[in-house]
């Protein structure tokens, strides 16, 4: 696999977390950027400002015509050691690769694909799955590795494929997530086939070879004990194998490269002597005697002459077989029934291809574990009675067998299709050679597999094929007894082979480790990045033979099988899923050199994959697909974030545009609709958002999920602001991380900051999928005269949301509102609904508590009743319909009866409309006017300050006492007659001449006129000449705002939150500064408000 840590990077280098593959980034590759463009000449002098971030075409065909690409794998190793002896006073310049589709693909795919599973389990797989059977398995699993290489291929050639084969392939197609979780599991798949390479060495060794070698002695040990022991003797043996060979990879590894044609040498001489053997039955067929006692195999130690007695020198004596059944060897012996009733009978292992025993071994026989091998045809006379005592002379069956057993075990050994994607980088052209050698391959292997499973039923016995070991034919490898010259040129072979195979996965495998750790996507794996001064991964190579020693512990080269099947297996359904998906969706760079490819062949080949996995086992396929997930789901949770334009995003893209198109459809459902946020923030000078507890609350609120778009806009023009705007967008962008806030941001650089909230009312979101509701703060500073425009501002924004239907939520204070680490224990939301919004003030409390921040807070709803209204029946209908829409809360109906209007309320719509018409008409200094509007200001504090209580009845109600404020006020001279100089006021009491003589007056009569009055009863405070010309609509709304604001500060001062339906904004633009006093003292006293603006149409319903 690829090294990428230059000379210059030590373990700390800045390719850590970066790439595997670099300056993969850029589009082209090894551009030199830190050399300047040279320009020379005028006939490109347009695009000479150009030249530095755009090449000319001469100066890109160069770079690529001298792009070369070695692998950084064991080569470099090898190559480093070289150099370590060798002076390095010069630097040799680096060779391009020229493998050829022969040596650089061809033979190492077939080196990799025929295996230890071919010599030592593909006979026996054919006696127990019968010809027709094993076809079927080896056809399956060749068509899937076929459709594989068809799908690899058109990868392969779609670009350049650095080194890195099948990792780098599925990662730049599917993704970092899908990339790391599939490297991951053919990192796997590849440590699992060391293990069984291993032990496939070992099992030749103490069973074929050198059985005498066995620690654990097998002789005299029947049934488990016997398997224990086998399995014992692999566990040592296998480690010690392990040890040394991890060893050779660490230290000798261009070694290992070396012996590589040595190891394929022995593949291919071992397949030519089975061959050879083959012609050869039918010449004269070897002489393999299997002798059965009825239809029962036994086995060659039990007896040195295949008869019960013998003649030697004219008398008859008893065999070495007769002692094993009888109690001696006297003719009137007590034997064994079965012995007794049954001839022993010689037949041939091996009839040869012209025999017409294939007709016998078409069909399977499988068979339970334990099991009496015997041959189908023979007849024998059975005894029931019989026990199994004796079994120990006949060959037994080790393992139970049946169709989906031999999948798993037989697939390993067409895996290794990847060996030539793996050296892309060797090769002279790897978008030629890549297809042409794998698919070659395949079909080769695939031959010789299909050939052989004809052919091992057509030449030898069927219970020499299900003999797994071979011991009804003096512990010969079955295979062996086939090939010619001599059997010991399977066993060599194979155990050659099998050493050599086992290096590889050893070599391999952490290499692709390595790889995945240098991409940086899997946090954890990092450290197995590092590795020796010259690239060597010797972290990696530790964790791989620790995790090969897993396989070895299991020891049984039938269990080992299938676990590797299942990571090659996922592996390779990927590889198809990538180009299927690729495929679909057209991407602009699909260009693939390779044409003969189409996505159902893909989709063909993944479904196979995807059958076979739950065919060899689904259990280990679960293991497997959880192992894949919880790796996509941590690289996905804390990986590093990449871009390789995958095909995932692709699909993203057109899942996103497909549903955008559903949305435009029409609108939500009210049971869909959720707030789908637009949340207006502002920025100070040093391009920091003001405020960020709203995207505090912002979090808060988002249990509804939907989406949330953080815009701000920037003042200025947009070729002279852009940098401006950059560092804007990253700082929202900052800030919506650190408040874990998922959405977009959206900065607008405009001409005014008002136009450029208006672009962002208007134009924010996509299609469809368009904002509902827009958050903003409330202007706290609106009163001072620089905040002006903010505050106008700020009533343009209520205006554009209620013209477009959008729902408004104005959080006041908002710097008192929680942060999101903060956890409220107790208290209580309020909602203080006074008119119907369509139900926002009911839906908001709700996924408020859905956050932890306000979960332990119980919700209270407010509403008032009027004098006609019914206040305990609206409490029951306010409960029931609560009930229906699931929500929990405390019911309370707050009674507010009409009352008089207070000269407090007079007086404070005096101040207000005074303040108005001074900003508007005055044309004064900035000085000037800021110290007019102090003076009025602390004015108008001083006489509300100085209020006093006192008891009246009124003539209209005499049974209810009230309370009104007798106050003290400034009498500020009317601005229409003091143009020029600021004018003061003087306190001056209701009492004296100038305030005119204090009388109490009806309420009602007060609405109707200033000057009205009623007759009879006690003196009337008369009319001070200032209020009798006050605009009636703003006393009333005064009056209503301050009579709300008593209620609410009674029941919710204490409230953790109150939410509150907001006013309608003035109709036109003459008494803004009105609008904002009437809110100003409708929340004044209270801690947190959240004002709340419905946007028309009803958000809740009580239906499912």
């Known amino acids: 696999m690829q090294n990428n840590k230059t000379d210059g990077e030590g373990e700390g280098g800045p390719n850590i977390q970066g790439d595997a593959i670099p300056k993969e980034t850029s589009p082209f590759i090894n551009i030199d950027e830190g050399k300047s463009q040279h320009y020379d000449g005028k006939n490109m002098a347009l695009f000479e400002e150009e030249m530095d971030t755009s090449p000319m075409v001469s100066s890109l065909l160069s770079s690529l015509a001298n792009y070369s690409n070695l692998p950084t794998g064991s080569k470099e190793h090898e190559e480093a050691e070289n150099n370590e002896e060798a002076p390095r006073a010069t630097k040799e310049p680096v060779k391009a690769p020229q493998l050829g589709t022969l040596m650089g693909v061809y033979l190492p795919c077939i080196q990799n694909i025929f295996g230890v599973i071919l010599f030592l389990r593909m006979t026996w797989m054919v006696g127990i799955g019968g010809v027709l059977g094993s076809f079927i398995i080896v056809f399956m699993c060749c068509s899937t590795t076929m459709l594989t290489a068809i799908s690899m291929s058109a990868i392969a050639t779609n670009g350049v494929v650095p080194a890195g084969g099948s990792y780098y392939m599925i990662s730049r197609s599917l993704g970092p997530e899908f990339g790391g979780a599939v490297g991951i599991c053919f990192y796997l798949g590849t440590t699992f086939a060391g293990a069984m390479y291993i032990l496939g060495c070992i099992e030749i060794s103490l069973i074929y070879i050198v059985p005498q070698a066995a620690i654990f002695n097998l002789e005299g040990l029947e049934g488990a004990e016997a398997e224990l022991a086998l399995l014992n003797n692999m566990r040592i043996y296998g480690t010690i194998v392990l040890s040394l060979m991890a060893l050779v990879v660490f230290v000798g590894v261009k070694y290992v490269n070396k012996l590589a044609l040595v190891f394929l040498a022995c593949v291919i001489l071992s397949i030519l002597a089975v061959y050879a053997g083959v012609i050869n039955t039918a010449i004269e067929p070897p002489l393999f005697p299997v002798c059965l006692l009825g239809n029962r195999t036994l086995l060659s130690k039990s007896y040195d002459v295949c008869a019960k007695v013998m003649e030697i020198d004219n008398e008859t004596i008893t065999t070495k077989l007769w002692l094993s059944f009888c109690d001696s060897d006297a003719f009137n012996a007590t034997c064994d029934e079965y012995f007794t009733n049954n001839n022993v009978t010689e037949i041939q292992g091996i009839p040869g291809v012209t025999s017409g025993i294939l007709s016998e071994n078409i069909f399977s026989n499988y068979l339970e574990k334990g099991v009496m091998l015997e041959k189908k045809d023979v007849l024998s006379e059975q005894d029931p009675g019989s026990s199994t005592a004796s079994s120990g002379r006949y060959v037994l069956t080790d393992i139970t067998s049946f169709f989906t057993l031999l999948v798993g075990i037989y697939f390993p050994s067409v895996t290794g299709i990847m060996a030539g994607s793996n050296r892309s980088g060797d090769l002279k052209d790897a978008q030629k050679s890549i297809p042409i050698g794998t698919i070659a391959a395949i079909t080769t292997t695939s031959i010789v597999y299909m050939s052989c499973v004809v052919l091992f039923g057509a030449c030898i016995e069927g219970v020499v094929l299900r003999d797994k070991f071979g011991e009804g034919v003096n512990g010969n490898l079955v295979i062996g007894t086939l090939a010619w010259p001599s059997p010991w040129v399977i066993v060599f072979g194979s155990f050659f082979s099998t050493c050599g195979a086992g290096l590889q996965s050893l070599t391999g495998a952490p290499r692709l480790l390595q790889a995945i750790s240098r991409d940086g996507i899997?946090?954890?794996?990092?450290?197995?990045g590092h590795g020796k001064a010259n690239g060597e991964p010797t972290w990696a190579l530790l964790l791989t033979a620790s995790i090969c020693e897993i396989g070895i512990l299991i020891a049984s080269l039938d269990a080992v099988a299938p676990i590797l099947s299942m990571f090659f297996l996922m592996c390779y359904m990927f590889v198809n899923l990538a180009c299927a998906l690729q495929t679909l969706l057209r991407t602009p760079n699909w260009r693939p050199r390779f044409k003969f490819y189409h996505w159902t062949l893909s989709f063909l080949g993944m479904s196979l994959c995807l059958s076979l996995m739950f065919m060899c086992s689904w259990y280990y396929a679960i293991v497997a697909m959880g192992i894949a997930t919880c790796i996509y789901k941590y690289i996905e949770f804390c990986g590093a974030e990449k871009e390789w334009g995958d095909g995932i995003r692709g699909i993203s893209l057109s899942a996103a545009r497909f549903a955008l198109m559903r949305l435009e459809e029409g609108p939500p459902h009210t049971k869909n609709w959720r707030p789908q946020l637009l949340v207006l923030v502002s920025l100070d000078s040093e391009q920091n958002v003001e405020h960020p507890r709203l995207l505090s609350l912002t979090n808060q609120l988002k249990a509804g999920k939907g989406l949330t778009i953080v815009g701000t806009s920037v003042q200025g023009t947009f070729l002279n602001n852009y940098i401006e705007a950059q560092t804007a967008e990253q700082a929202v962008r900052k800030?919506?991380?650190?408040?874990?806030?998922?959405?977009?941001?959206?900065?607008?650089?405009?001409?005014?900051?008002?136009?450029?909230?208006?672009?962002?009312?208007?134009a924010g979101g996509l299609g469809g999928l368009k904002h509902n509701t827009v958050m903003v703060s409330w202007p706290h500073d609106w009163k001072q005269p620089q905040c002006n425009q903010q505050f106008r501002n700020f009533i343009e924004v209520v205006r554009e949301t209620t013209i477009s239907s959008l729902a408004l939520l104005v959080p006041k204070n908002i710097s008192s509102y929680p942060s999101n680490g903060e956890r409220f224990t107790e208290g209580h939301i309020d909602v203080w609904w006074i008119v119907h919004d369509g139900g926002m003030l009911m839906l908001l409390p709700f996924l408020l508590r859905q956050h932890k921040v306000w979960r332990k807070c119980k919700i209270r709803i407010f509403t008032v009743a009027q004098l006609d209204d019914n206040s305990i029946q609206m409490k029951k209908d306010l409960i029931t319909f609560l009930y229906h829409l699931r929500i929990e809360a405390v019911v309370e109906v707050v009674e507010m009866h009409d009352s008089d209007i207070s000269a407090y309320t007079y007086e404070k719509t005096l101040v207000m409309e005074q303040r108005s018409e001074i900003l508007n008409q005055m044309h004064l200094t900035k000085t000037e006017k800021e110290r007019e509007i102090q003076s009025i200001t602390d004015s108008s504090r001083g006489s509300i300050r100085r209020k006093s209580t006192a008891a009246f009845r009124s003539q209209r109600s005499t049974e209810e006492p009230s309370t009104v404020a007798e106050e003290e006020s400034a009498a500020a001279p009317n601005a229409k007659n003091s143009k020029n100089a600021p004018t003061s006021t003087s306190d001056t009491s209701l009492g004296s001449p100038a305030g005119g003589t204090g009388t109490w007056t009806d309420g009602k009569a007060l609405?109707?006129?200033?000057?009205?009055?009623?007759?009879?009863?006690?003196?009337?405070?008369?009319?001070?000449?200032?209020?009798?010309?006050?605009?009636?609509?703003?006393?009333?709304?005064?009056?209503?705002?301050?009579?709300?604001?008593?209620?609410?500060?009674?029941?919710?001062?204490?409230?953790k939150l109150v939410l509150l339906n907001m006013p309608g904004p003035p109709r036109n633009r003459v008494g803004e500064e009105n609008y904002m006093e009437f809110l100003e003292v409708l929340t004044e006293g209270l801690n947190r408000v959240l004002l709340v603006r419905g946007g028309g149409r009803e958000v809740i319903t009580i239906y499912s």
């Not at 899997?522 to 197995?528: A, N």
């Not at 650089?749 to 450029?756: A, T």
């Open 735 to 762: 800030l919506m991380e650190t408040e874990k806030v998922k959405g977009f941001s959206q900065v607008v650089v405009s001409s005014s900051l008002r136009d450029g909230t208006s672009h962002l009312v208007q």
């Open 1007 to 1055: 609405e109707k006129g200033p000057s009205a009055h009623t007759g009879g009863g006690k003196d009337h405070f008369s009319m001070r000449p200032e209020w009798e010309h006050l605009n009636q609509t703003d006393v009333r709304r005064m009056h209503t705002a301050m009579k709300l604001n008593e209620v609410i500060s009674k029941k919710s001062k204490e409230a």
């Open 522 to 528: 899997i946090p954890f794996l990092r450290v197995f």
